[in-house]
């Protein structure tokens, strides 16, 4: 959305999913929604006479006319006690696709303006309600795809993060005040501090900056899901086991060497953890222009893995490729999915075997054993890419402060601003110099927070949100 709209008018937009459900909702807000709503609603009370704040109340949503158009509940809550802290009113009507455009063309008939993505909030950030943080907190609640991820945003929503970073920022402006005395009255002594001391007021903030950062990349898993890919040779059963952890028949599987051509996502749920599982193309020497093609996807995809999951055939040799790709991703990224168990009974290719599957053990690499035709072994498997993808970190607390990818970015500016500033003062530099880099770490800060916050910045944010949030 464009952020040199006025936020003087009034807005609104259908809040609910597109599609159907049990209820939909058409908000507005601004300073003519009260008037408004009160065109547009016929209570069922003949007594009626004006929306009671926060009182939900029964009856017909009409059009500009004056025809009813659905039976609803309406709601007026008065600004600053809002969501955006201005007025605001919503109409819950019945949840179909027609009765809520409908409801909300009889409010745009009205002289309303139809709002822009994620207009609500941004009106909420605007008029103080909520800082940046907990703006895009909003954004990542509703696309949080399981409850660990909404306990992250949630614990952002909160204005934690936002509280720490302005903390953080009030040290290095109060480094800075002590700086300008120490420039503005070199002959004071008494206010001014040493350069070593000035340099431990530093790293202490540059250490707190990269906890953040660190909680960051912990975090990523759950937000965004942990990127999974079943890689190996033609014909070890990736397909089977990518429909084996999903329940269900999403990839083709057969006989036949080569069968999965490009690679195939979906998303699992492992107990909490999202993870978004790829299926590829199984590797093997081809002249066939389309399936080498669909190899350097294969190789792409396993390089940018956060878990390499290697399927070999147990029932075969290793062969020399998986090593090879073993060997280039290393143990830390891989785990040897020894498939097809069920026809091993007996088989000469197991741990000590020099040739089989013995070779992953050896070299260090964790192996686990399945088959993805009896599904034996799967609960273990799942609780090992859990496992390897999380590691020792376990699931975010509550109280957690994750910054997202926009605040772990400027996070890192700041960080090497400080890092900067410490070697200056390490160097001698002349205190003046030093206020430079202090200010830039500082705005870098405010800009994560939105105290300083430029259009450009805003509507990247904002033009992601979905309308009517
Ligand atoms: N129907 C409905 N459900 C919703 C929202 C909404 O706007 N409408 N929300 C948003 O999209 C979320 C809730 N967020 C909200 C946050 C603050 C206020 C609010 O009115 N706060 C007042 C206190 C109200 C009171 O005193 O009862 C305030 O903080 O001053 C409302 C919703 C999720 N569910
Ligand atoms: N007995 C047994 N057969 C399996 C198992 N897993 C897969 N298969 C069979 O092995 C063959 C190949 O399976 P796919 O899942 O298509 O193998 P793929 O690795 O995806 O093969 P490409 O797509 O060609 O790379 C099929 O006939 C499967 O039914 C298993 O655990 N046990
Ligand atoms: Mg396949």
Not at 400 to 417: F, G, H, M, T
Not at 418 to 425: F, Q, T
Request: proline content about 4%.
């Amino acid at each position: 959305m464009q952020h040199n709209v006025s936020i003087r008018d009034t807005v609104a937009a259908i809040a609910t999913p597109p599609g159907s459900g049990g209820v939909g909702i058409v908000r507005l807000s601004g300073p003519q929604s009260r008037a408004v709503g009160h065109r547009l609603f016929r209570s069922s009370r003949p007594t009626f006479e004006d929306f009671r704040p926060y009182m939900l109340h029964h009856g017909w949503a009409l059009d500009e006319r004056g025809e009813p158009l659905d039976e609803c509940l309406a709601v007026f809550m008065p600004g600053p006690g809002s969501y955006t802290a201005e007025d605001v009113v919503e109409f819950q009507c019945h949840g179909g696709p027609a009765v809520v455009r409908a409801v909300l063309a009889a409010v745009l008939a009205c002289g309303v303006r139809a709002a822009g993505p994620g207009e609500f909030t941004y009106r909420a950030f605007i008029n103080g309600r909520l800082d940046l943080t907990q703006a895009e907190a909003v954004a990542e609640m509703i696309a949080a795809p399981t409850r660990a991820g909404m306990t992250l945003a949630q614990t952002r929503l909160s204005g934690a993060l936002g509280e720490r970073i302005a903390e953080l920022r009030s040290r290095l402006e109060h480094l800075r005040a002590q700086l300008c005395v120490a420039v503005d009255f070199p002959e004071d002594e008494v206010e001014c501090l040493a350069p070593d001391e000035f340099s431990v007021g530093v790293r202490e903030v540059a250490d707190a900056v990269r906890a953040l950062i660190a909680n960051f990349e912990r975090g990523r898993c759950w937000r965004e899901g942990a990127l999974t890919v079943l890689a190996g040779q033609v014909n070890a059963g990736k397909s089977s086991l990518m429909n084996a952890l999903l329940g269900r028949e999403r990839a083709i599987v057969t006989d036949i060497p080569g069968t999965t051509r490009d690679y195939l996502e979906e998303a699992v749920n492992l107990d909490g953890l999202p993870v978004r599982l790829v299926d590829t193309a199984g590797i093997r020497e081809t002249e066939d222009a389309v399936e080498r093609a669909g190899l350097e996807r294969s190789r792409d995809m396993a390089e940018r893995a956060d878990l390499v999951l290697l399927v070999v055939d147990r029932t075969r040799p290793v062969a020399a490729e998986d090593i090879g790709l073993a060997q280039r991703l290393g143990p830390q990224r891989v785990l040897a999915v020894l498939n097809k168990s069920d026809l091993a009974e007996g088989h000469a290719h197991e741990e000590g075997d020099a040739t089989g599957a013995g070779w992953f053990v050896r070299a260090g690499f964790e192996t686990v054993r399945v088959s993805a035709r009896t599904g034996a072994g799967l609960d273990r498997l799942c609780d090992r890419i859990r496992e390897r993808v999380v590691g020792s970190g376990g699931e975010p607390d509550a109280g957690e402060v994750v910054p997202n990818l926009r605040q772990s970015q400027a996070l890192s500016q700041a960080l090497d601003e400080l890092c900067a500033l410490d070697a200056d003062i390490a160097a001698g530099i002349p205190y003046d110099l030093l206020g430079v880099r202090l200010e830039a770490a500082c705005t870098i800060l405010g800009e994560i927070t939105g105290e300083i916050a430029p259009a450009d910045v805003l509507n990247s944010i904002f033009s992601t949100f979905c309308i009517g949030k």
